[in-house]
């Protein structure tokens, strides 16, 4: 938050200097920075989205059309703003492909995304149509209580400064899952299944590398075996 207010101070200041309105550069100093500091962030790996996808939630509609949104974004990719605005309208076939068509809200860049059997499932539930937009909140509540059902309770460390001091807690998976874990989880899962990088930013619609990386949330581990199989470590000769 802190860095938030020194960006958008800076920002002003940069704005009033060019404009002749400000003579004081002491903004400019290399000791008024913009903190940042790394916030725990998670995805849901491919089994943990298929024991959501497994929950029998027909008795609370609520939960049943969070879940359902939010499976639309671990297989899309798409924002809360994009997911939640989806009509019937959007779906088209491309070639025997169906796909999403629309522009994003937030940089009204085009995309065109295949829909995911899974995806497709959701659908014909729903008799063709994506569900109903839901609050981002009321979605949030609703996804800590579906990772509840579903199990995810693997023991997660966050870190956070607060009042100059900095708190650790152990806090269960399911109750960080929130809408962006959608996005997250389409990156990282696509990313670990050897779809190119540039394929996964043209669904994900991100225009920035460095941003997007922010989203591929693997473990040295996990990165270290996907990286075993390229054909780097694939020699052709024997090794003798």
Known sequence: TIGKY????????????EQGVNN????????????????????????????IIKLDLSENE????ARDLF??????????????RLTKENIHTHKGVKVFRLHQEKTDGYLS????????KVLKKRNGNPPNKMPSQKINDSLETIGGKAKINEIITTKKTKGGKQETKMIPKYEMIKNHTGRRSFCTNAYLSG??????????????????????????????IKIAESDFFKPKLKVV
Do not use: C, W
Request: charged residues 25%; without cysteine; proline residues 3%.
């Open 6 to 17: 020194i960006k958008n101070i800076k920002t002003f200041l940069n704005a009033a200097t």
């Open 24 to 51: 004081n550069l002491a903004y400019k100093s290399k000791y008024f920075v913009k903190p940042s500091e790394r916030s725990e962030q998670i995805y849901l790996n491919e089994k943990e989205l298929e024991d």
């Open 62 to 65: 609520t939960l049943d059309q």
């Open 71 to 84: 499976i639309i974004s671990s297989y899309t990719g798409l924002r809360y703003s994009d997911f939640s």
């Open 113 to 120: 995304i295949p829909i995911h059997p899974f995806v497709e």
């Open 195 to 224: 779809m190119n990088t540039l394929d996964i930013m043209a669904i994900s619609g991100h225009n920035s590398e460095k941003t997007f990386l922010n989203y591929i949330k693997v473990s040295k581990d996990e990165r270290a």
